[in-house]
């Protein structure tokens, strides 16, 4: 029995029930106890049979519509069932039954228009509450002239019981009901305030991935753009040749790698599982193979401005054949993203021919244990000390017309396959960034 009370009071007072539906079960349920101890009471102190009936008349009342509400969930009809029933009807007789003004019951005409307020909304609980108040002022207006139509309480003692007793229960019932209200209020307000960081989180991320695409996106773009120019030259000067055959096919391979980077950011948006984590493909890549590819690729436009690359493989130089000749301790293969370890290099060529003012730059790849260290490093003017300790962080660049974004890029690639970067710069000696792969082989 005791069980299946709780399992029905938890059900009533539901966190996920609407305000108004919880406030109208708390009111069925305080109007129950008001009116059982008022009716138990009434009896004591003679507040006559009629006072009884109209107590239990409005427990049953409040039965019913609990249970109705309840099974059927037509709270709004049950809100003027109750206005209309209760608080005008029954309270009006309990009035003049149960000692006027003299007694308890202006202590529920405050319930009751307290009670309407909370349950009705707009012009509706303007309209009901002034008729409330024009219904219980009449009655003590009435009952000032005609004193003969209350049965007042025989003795001082049993007006000061009802008094306490309507003054005490209608205090809990409406502090329940005002405290119900302010921790929904607060309940809500947490809520709100969750979902706004999260609306920002989603911005920001949002602004970051755009941001990101675009800067992966210019990459290529430029590339190609470069190589078209060669090929109009070539072309111009002397027909079209192997050269222009390989530049062209330069411009398709870009290309196609542009259209992999579009059709990963539309997967991004129809899926938030590992594809927007970034790891959207993954294998055993070489490392060595992907940065002498690089290199070739970017050698021409280093060239154009007056910039050269150089490449160190396990501390021995290299030519224009870029690791052709694999000597000395071979390098493990670095499980992981290939795409992804590829922007992560290609932004650090980038970076160090676009913002370096060097005639310099190497690209040193080498084995670390079992990780691959890849260092890039240029003869340039160096980064400001003062934003080295943030040249990670997305938005910071060393040059003004910088966006910020391929180092942070570079971060969050290395962090992604369990790598560290680093970065040192000196001031009119150069800069030199770091970044160590681990080999996580079938891991």
């Not at 109009?232 to 980077?261: C, F, P, W, Y």
């Not at 290199?295 to 280093?302: D, K, T």
């Not at 052709?324 to 290939?338: R, S, W, Y």
């Amino acid at each position: 029995m005791i069980k299946t009370l709780l399992k029905v009071i938890k059900k009533l007072f539901n966190s996920q029930l609407d305000f108004r539906t919880r406030l109208f079960n708390i009111m069925a349920i305080a109007g129950i106890l008001i009116s059982l101890i008022t009716g138990i009471a009434g009896i004591f102190i003679g507040a006559g049979l009629n006072n009884l009936l109209l107590c239990m008349a409005a427990i049953v009342i409040a039965i019913v519509l609990l249970w109705y509400s309840f099974t059927r969930g037509k709270y709004q009809f049950c809100y003027m069932i109750v206005i209309i029933i209760v608080f005008l009807v029954l309270f009006s007789a309990l009035f003049f039954s149960a000692g006027g003004y003299y007694s308890g019951m202006p202590s529920f005409f405050i319930f009751a228009v307290v009670f309407t307020v909370f349950m009705l909304e707009g012009k509706k609980t303007i309209v009901v509450v002034g008729l409330e108040l024009a219904i219980y002022s009449s009655l003590c207006i009435y009952a000032y002239h005609n004193p003969d139509s209350i049965d007042f309480f025989d003795t001082e003692a049993n007006l000061l019981v009802d008094i306490i007793i309507g003054f005490i229960f209608v205090s809990m019932a409406l502090s329940i009901t005002i405290a119900l209200h302010f921790r929904v209020y607060t309940q809500r307000q947490k809520e709100l305030e969750a979902a706004r960081k999260q609306v920002e989180e989603f911005a920001k991320m949002k602004s970051e991935l755009f941001a990101g695409i675009s800067h992966e996106m210019r990459t290529p773009l430029t590339v190609m753009s470069t190589y078209a120019q060669f090929v109009a030259e070539q072309i111009r000067e002397s027909g079209v040749n192997e050269q222009t055959m390989a530049d062209l096919a330069t411009i398709s391979g870009e290309a196609k790698r542009l259209a992999e980077m579009a059709n990963n950011t539309l997967k991004i948006f129809m899926t938030n599982s590992e594809t927007s984590s970034g790891m959207q493909k993954k294998s055993l890549v070489d490392m060595l193979d992907i940065s002498c590819r690089l290199v070739r690729l970017f050698e021409p436009v280093a060239l154009r401005s007056g910039k050269k690359i150089s490449v160190l493989i396990n501390e021995n130089t290299k030519d224009s054949s870029y690791g052709e000749e694999k000597t000395g301790e071979k390098l493990p293969q670095i499980f992981g993203d290939a795409d992804a370890l590829t922007q992560l290099v290609w932004n650090l060529l980038q970076n160090a021919i676009i913002h370096s003012e060097g005639k310099t730059i190497t690209l040193n790849v080498e084995p670390d244990n079992d990780s691959v260290k890849v260092i890039v490093s240029d003869d340039g003017i160096g980064i400001d000390p003062g934003i080295l300790p943030y040249i990670f962080e997305r938005g910071v660049s060393g040059k003004k017309e910088g966006n910020g974004i391929g180092l942070s890029i570079c971060r969050d690639i290395a962090k992604q396959h369990h790598g560290e970067i680093s970065i040192i710069s000196e001031p009119d000696k150069g800069t030199k960034v770091m970044v160590l792969l681990r080999s996580l082989a079938g891991g």
